[in-house]
């Protein structure tokens, strides 16, 4: 969620339990400028909080002109003090898929792969490497994987200009309710991979502008998410049973939108038997 | 943008029919060039007492714009183009638009019509019959702006020409055919157009407005050539597409103006950003399917009535009544005890937990409650939870026992009843063989008030809605849960779908769901509660140790620090329950080894050779809670680091997450929001099915044996001969193939 409309935000999210503290809000409030002047964004989002066993990452991320390019993310653990993280590599998230169990809390600490799959790790010391990971590179993996799987915005949010790069839409005014109830209207915010699939007929209502994106409403396992209205029908939670924590709201008819993530970091492999 | 000359005039006549289409009107505009020269004939006259008289153009684009107005942007573009011709321009308006331009069709009627510093402007006084039809006209626009039906105007304004008309005589001089039959031709776009054009008619009043900018227009641009050039140039640019949205101000303004005079809104100019945000923002809005949205019934004014009624006091009889309920009160307070839990992040909204310390409210003043507690909120598919743990009073205790054994005595009689059709249908059949499996035996639920059932726990789904009371537990239900992992939907008479099959619906889940969390997670600084009297008796056989403790008025408070330093000050104040289901053990009859290995259920796996039941007794120390394989199972910390003096301690459980406490001096509760499951580290195995029940062991009598060759019967008959015994075995034989057929039959 964009760091300048945090407070408000986190009181439309709570209704599932989590949230900022005081001072986390207020230490928040006070560091997200100064990173977006530091790094030079032109945008800050607040994405949210893995808790660890002994501590919780505290995660922003910073936009540049293009809204679809890769982010910058930082992490930090007291909301004050921010670190970069490196950019996802394929490798780290391959080697992160096979963590299991919480985060810890501590960015040095080192998983030992040999411990999660004696095989696995035998063919990755075969190949030179170490059967380590750290837990920075687990938590740039997973921050990469729930933006990937469940990172979402309202349909018609973000426009595709014809030179390819992606803005937010000034012109946005907000799904209107019967169309925030639908999955239809909501898109992954990373590269489409649906998209190219569908068959001329279902492109043929799309509008290049604004359905660029691929949408909700195919994602697996089916029934992935919930929509829900809250606030006395004020506002549309979406909340992700495959990423649990990860919670999108809007509010029909404005341009407040956003997603946070409060959860620990896993993924609910056991979703299909839960349904 | 040249302007054809010479095309032939007939065709411009047909212009209005024409006009319709939009390809036609293209080839139309440039057709009329022939119409000029009686214009220009006209205009020498007209040009010296008005010196703006080449603003045809301009006004040509106005109309054009109007007519545009609503609803063909392309006409618009069309429109631009037009000013070549700039003196046929409002006739040709005048031809599609039907009655509307009428007014102005016969000749300069425009012109006249213009506000007043027009005329002020213009010298010509000798003209003073035109003026006098002039007022006349104007009443009838303003007929139209009233929004009158066309037909009905018409015949005013027919007397209007003809008054104008017949005040013209220069016009008439000079082109009085084609007034008259440009009006004719307007008579067949009235009526061909005014069916199909209904939304024409609202811009009608609209048009008086372009009039003013129209003549400042035109004033400022006295020179045609140079004029259109600028013009174009204004256009070119205009036109000129934006380099981020790839729109042009041209296209935007045509279809601003044209949502403006088909809506009609009231003071326009007031909200003429808003518009021309709407207009941007509609591009974005294209229907993903034809069907039409079903209207939109505001969920919100429900909701809002329904919490509204939370607000509203029941009853005000008297300040008595008010100094009993401050007196006496189980209502918790939720507002206190979230704003600790907010200290850490954790917790709802302000207005929401507001509302539940409403419905809460609520809640008891229905019901004979003794106590009650917000319990917390678990999330569901379709909706939450809302939870609420009360204790009845003793009255109303006895009462609710009564009404379940009734309820019970029910439910068996029914399964009786089915048992006994079941018995009967068999009985139909052959008598088939005695089952030798005998179910395990039943494990009859806790008392209310005791073990699991301590407390009862009413749920809505929103504050404001009716409280629903769950169920007691049952230790089957319980058992079960423990094996299946599914999330709620939100309702509660939903069936639970699930393997190994659950015995209730989704009520008896979240009841049984709940009767975990509670044992699993709800702690106490140590010291806070103590045992009765007897404190000191042993365990009694039941594995619970003593079920009742009493606050302890010694009670110290223990600093945050060590609060949070050491998991030891933290003790369970909800008994364990067993890996039978119930916290009290009971042995059903001394049935097979493996019920009587009660086990509490968080510890599972650890401790498998005792014997019977043994749980940790109520108030044991978190600390030695087992965690799952390298979690612990809770993570204590301060709410803040910065500000140690008023920090809180807050525990949260990693064993069911989304449990937390918190402890600040004697203050202490426990929360639960989230979805209602235990972790798991590994992924969740749902239990398999029973193995296959093992085959009828096979032996010789139920084996077909081959048929003997004929070798072997000629040998067999040999050995008969030798010997009679071997016959007597082959007798026995058939018979037993002949009992094996009879059992396949």
Known sequence: MDAASLPGALDLVASGGAGLSPEKRAALGASLPLLQRDYRFERVWFWGRIQGLRGAYYIAEGLGPDRAAPRSRLYSLNCVEWSLLPPASEEMVAQAEKLKGRFQGDPSFEYELAEIKAEDAEKLTEDGQEPVIKEEARLVATIEQIDKAVGIIPRGSFVKTPLGSVHENRNFEGLSLTEAKKLSSYFHLTEPVNLKNKTLLEKADLDPSTDFLDSLEHDIPKGSWTVQLEKGGVVVVLRSLLWLGLTFYHVPMTKQYGYVYFGTGEKNLDLPFML | ?745
């Open chain 2, 1 to 745: 943008m040249a302007e054809p000359p010479g095309e032939p005039r007939p065709e411009a006549r047909a212009g209005p029919a024409a006009g319709r289409d939009r390809g036609a009107q293209e080839q139309s505009w440039p057709e009329e060039g022939p119409e000029q020269p009686p214009y220009e004939g006209f205009e020498p006259e007209e040009v010296p007492p008005w010196p703006r008289q080449p603003g045809l153009g301009p006004a040509a684009y106005e109309y054009q714009g109007v007519r545009q107005a609503s609803g063909q942007p392309q006409e618009l573009r069309r429109s631009v183009y037009q000013p070549p011709a700039p003196s046929q321009d409002p006739y040709r308006a005048q031809d599609q638009r039907g009655s509307f331009y009428q007014p102005h069709a016969p000749g300069r009627a425009p012109y006249q019509s213009e506000t007043p510093e027009q005329y002020l402007c213009q010298p010509h006084g000798t003209e003073q019959g035109p003026y006098e039809p002039e007022v006349s006209e104007i009443a009838v626009s303003e007929r139209y702006a009233l929004g009158q039906d066309s037909y009905r105007t018409e015949e005013p304004r027919q007397s209007a020409y003809e008054s104008y008309a017949a005040g013209l005589d220069p016009y008439q001089t000079h082109e009085p055919r084609s007034v008259y039959e440009t009006y004719t031709l307007q008579e067949d776009p009235c009526q061909a157009y005014e069916p199909g054009h209904g939304p024409y008619q609202p811009h009608e009043p609209g048009y008086g407005l372009y009039q003013p900018g129209y003549s400042t227009y035109d004033e400022q641009v006295p020179d045609p050539n140079p004029r259109m050039l600028a013009m174009q140039n204004a256009k070119a640019y205009l036109l000129k597409s934006s380099t981020t949205s790839g729109l042009n101000l041209y296209d935007h303004l045509a279809n601003m103006l044209t949502k403006i005079l088909d809506e009609q809104p009231t003071n326009a100019v007031d909200i003429i950003e808003n518009i021309s945000k709407d207009v941007k923002w509609a591009q974005f809005r294209k229907k993903m399917d034809t069907l039409r949205d079903e209207h939109e019934i505001l969920p919100t004014f429900e909701v809002a009535e329904k919490r509204k009624a939370l607000f509203l006091k029941v009853h005000g009889e008297g300040d008595e009544e008010l100094e009993d309920e401050i007196a006496e009160t189980p209502l918790p307070n939720v507002m206190e005890t979230a704003f600790y839990f907010e200290q850490a992040g954790i917790g709802l909204s302000k207005d929401e937990t507001y509302h539940i310390l409403l419905a809460l409210k609520q809640l008891i003043s229905v019901q004979p409650i003794q106590t009650c507690r917000f319990w917390g909120k678990i999330l569901g598919l379709e909706m939450n939870y809302i939870i609420a743990e009360v204790q009845y009073n003793d009255r109303a205790e006895e009462e609710e026992a009564e009404d379940e054994e009734d309820n019970e005595e029910g439910g068996k009689a029914m399964s009786e009843d089915k048992g006994g059709d079941e018995d009967e249908e068999k009985q139909e059949d052959d008598e088939p063989p005695q089952s030798t499996y005998r179910p395990p035996p039943v494990i009859p639920k806790e008392d209310n008030g005791t073990g699991t059932n301590k407390y009862v726990y009413f749920v809505c789904n929103e504050p404001g809605k009716p409280w629903v009371k769950l169920p007691p537990v049952t230790p089957a239900q319980i058992v079960c849960a423990r094996k299946i992992k599914k999330f709620f939907t939100g309702r509660l008479d939903a069936p639970v779908v699930s393997f190994p099959p659950f015995p209730g619906n989704e009520a008896n889940y979240l009841r049984a769901q709940i009767a975990r969390i509670s044992a699993g997670t709800q702690i106490c600084p140590i010291g806070f509660y103590q045992f009765g009297e007897e404190e000191g008796d042993e365990e009694e056989e039941g594995g619970g140790g003593r079920d009742t403790y009493e606050e302890n008025p010694d009670f110290q408070p223990l600093s945050v620090v060590e609060m949070v330093d050491s998991l030891s000050t933290w003790v369970h104040h909800t008994q364990n329950i067993l890996k039978q289901g119930r916290c009290v053990w009971l042995n059903p009859f001394q049935k097979s080894e493996e019920e009587e290995e009660g086990e509490e259920e968080e510890k599972a796996e650890e401790t498998d050779e005792v014997q019977q039941e043994i749980g940790p007794p109520l108030l044991t120390p978190v600390s030695e809670d087992e965690g799952i394989q390298n979690v612990p199972a809770w993570t204590a910390q301060y709410s803040t680091n910065l500000v140690p003096q008023y920090a809180v301690a807050i525990l949260q459980s990693n064993r069911w997450p989304g449990a937390y406490a918190f402890a600040s001096g004697r203050r202490f509760d426990n929360i639960y929001l989230g979805w209602g499951h235990k972790y798991s580290p590994e992924n969740h195995t749902p239990s398999l099915p029973p193995p296959v029940q093992t085959e009828y062991p096979s032996g010789p009598e139920i084996t077909e044996t081959n048929d003997p060759t004929v070798e072997e019967e000629q040998a067999l008959k040999a050995a008969q001969e030798e010997a009679l015994a071997a016959a007597g075995e082959e007798e026995e034989e058939e018979e037993e193939e002949d009992e094996d057929e009879d059992e396949d039959d």
